[in-house]
């Protein structure tokens, strides 16, 4: 079994993070380590997030590819909640005017976003609020060394949303460099809207590239993914879906296409709402029905650094995909010590640069409940003794060695 790759200087820093081998215990750091053949993962209550992610790169270098933190304790403590590697709940993305409407009754839930005067917590709902499930600590019910599995009982009322909602959230690591996530929520009293997803940041260089500090040469392909959902300069749908016409900004379908190059059309400007230079959408996966999610060639997304070699597949059952290109990082969050270079801090700070990094989200289209003509509701609204919400995402790593 391989070590996580720690540089020397990590060590020193951090003696306690090298996890060696199962232990049916989170290490000192609050961290519970998963194995299988050619990847490690830790993860942590906090979340039901993932926060560590390695791969053995081109170079024969283990690579830390996840954002998070050195410890468990410090997601509770850290001011911003970029919501690193977490379970956003129980309404993933954003609700317009934190409102909904179920059964003609209308419900408000709680604002944490674009605060105004009139409004000072927030004109939106992003991430199910600002007390949402990955800003709790869930329940570990079982942990063996290929897999976790976390539990969250979200109370009536929690946030404004109509009651109680279990989850179980289970990440299995196998053999061919495999991570699946299986998600499952039941409501138990009311009917209530559910959708979430895996918040997961990725540099697939491990912040180790030492030709560029951006992940803005990683190379993206979605190849069912020519609509996106049009949101207005605060990133709500407006409820058109608009095409994404081959060679434009927003397109990934057609071939497979560095992030950055994108950059070079002035549609950048404001693609990811206003003042905002990036990627921050919404993209439709259009499979024709009926199909098998798992099967090769339904590939959701696929991004991929030359210069680590390292590729990432993604498969699920979910029919939209956000991608964020880390727009709002701005040099202050930290690396983690398992990540980064170490003895150039002038030209590679030890910090995430602005477009560091690049989250991809499985999900359904968001803000859905406020759109009833888009017909989602069987998978965005559960009520007790119907179907649970169900979500499945499998991220499969190979290394181009060429
Ligand atoms: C926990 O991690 C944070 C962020 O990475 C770091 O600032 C802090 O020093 C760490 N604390 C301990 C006790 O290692
Ligand atoms: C979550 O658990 C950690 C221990 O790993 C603890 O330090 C932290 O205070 C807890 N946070 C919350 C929000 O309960
Ligand atoms: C927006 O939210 C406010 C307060 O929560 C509510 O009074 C109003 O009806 C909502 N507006 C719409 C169009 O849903
Ligand atoms: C293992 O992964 C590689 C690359 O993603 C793929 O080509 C191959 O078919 C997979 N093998 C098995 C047994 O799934
Ligand atoms: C950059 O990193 C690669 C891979 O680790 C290494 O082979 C190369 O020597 C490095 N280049 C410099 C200038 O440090
Ligand atoms: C990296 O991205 C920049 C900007 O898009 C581009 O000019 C450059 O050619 C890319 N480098 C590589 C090695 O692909
Ligand atoms: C990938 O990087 C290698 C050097 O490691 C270079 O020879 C090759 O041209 C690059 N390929 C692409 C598609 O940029
Ligand atoms: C950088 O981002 C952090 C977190 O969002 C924020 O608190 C800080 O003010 C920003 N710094 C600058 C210089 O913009």
């Known amino acids: 079994m391989r070590l996580p790759y720690l540089p020397l200087a990590a060590l020193l820093l951090q003696p306690s993070l090298s996890a060696p081998s199962f232990t049916g215990e989170p290490d000192s750091t609050g961290k519970y380590w998963l194995f299988a053949e ?84 927030g004109v939106n709902t992003l991430h199910g609020g600002p007390n949402g499930w990955d800003y709790r600590n869930f329940t570990v019910v079982s942990y063996t060394q290929s897999s976790i599995t976390f539990s969250l009982i979200d109370p009536d009322g929690s946030e404004g949303f109509p009651g109680e909602v279990i989850s179980y959230i289970t990440y299995t690591l196998s053999n061919n460099k495999t991570w699946d996530a299986k998600m499952v929520a039941i409501p138990t009293t009311k009917k209530t809207p559910i959708m979430l997803s895996s918040h997961t940041y990725w540099n697939l260089d491990g912040f180790a590239n030492n030709e560029t500090t951006t992940a803005l040469n ?10 996106t959902v049009a949101v207005d300069s605060i990133l709500i749908p407006t409820g058109d879906i608009l095409p994404a016409p081959k060679g434009s900004v927003n397109d990934f379908w057609s071939s497979p296409k560095q992030i950055g190059e994108g950059f ?55 029919e939209a995909f956000q991608m ?6 701005n040099g202050s969050m930290p690396l983690k010590t398992t990540q980064g270079i170490f003895d150039d801090e002038e030209n590679f700070p030890r910090t995430i640069p602005q477009y560091g990094c690049v989250v991809l989200e499985v999900q359904d289209w968001i803000d859905g409940i ?17 179907d649970p919400y169900v979500l499945q995402v499998r991220h499969r790593f190979s290394v181009d060695d060429a």
């Open 218 to 227: 990683h190379t993206l392909w979605l190849p069912y993914s020519g609509q």
């Open 370 to 386: 406020n759109h009833p003509e888009w017909g989602r509701g069987s998978k965005q609204i559960f009520e007790p003794g119907g």
């Open 324 to 329: 964020y290109s880390c727009n709002g990082m």
């Open 38 to 121: 050619g990847i490690t993962a830790s993860f942590i209550p906090y979340g039901a997030s993932i926060s560590n992610l390695i791969i053995t790169d081109k170079h024969g270098i283990d690579r830390d590819i996840v954002t998070g933190f050195d410890n468990a304790s410090y997601y509770s403590i850290d001011p911003v909640h970029a919501h690193f590697g977490g379970v956003p709940g129980r309404y993933a993305n954003r609700i317009k005017n934190s409102t909904f409407t179920l059964d003609n009754e209308e419900h408000h839930i709680l604002p944490n976003e674009h605060p105004t005067p009139s409004h000072p917590a």
């Open 264 to 318: 070079a059309l002035p549609e950048i400007d404001g693609n990811c709402g206003g003042d905002c230079t990036g990627y921050d959408n919404c993209w439709l996966v259009n499979r024709p029905h009926p199909y098998d999610w798992r099967s090769e060639e339904k590939l959701v997304a696929r991004l991929e650094s030359n210069w680590s070699g390292i590729r990432l597949d993604i498969w699920s059952d979910q």
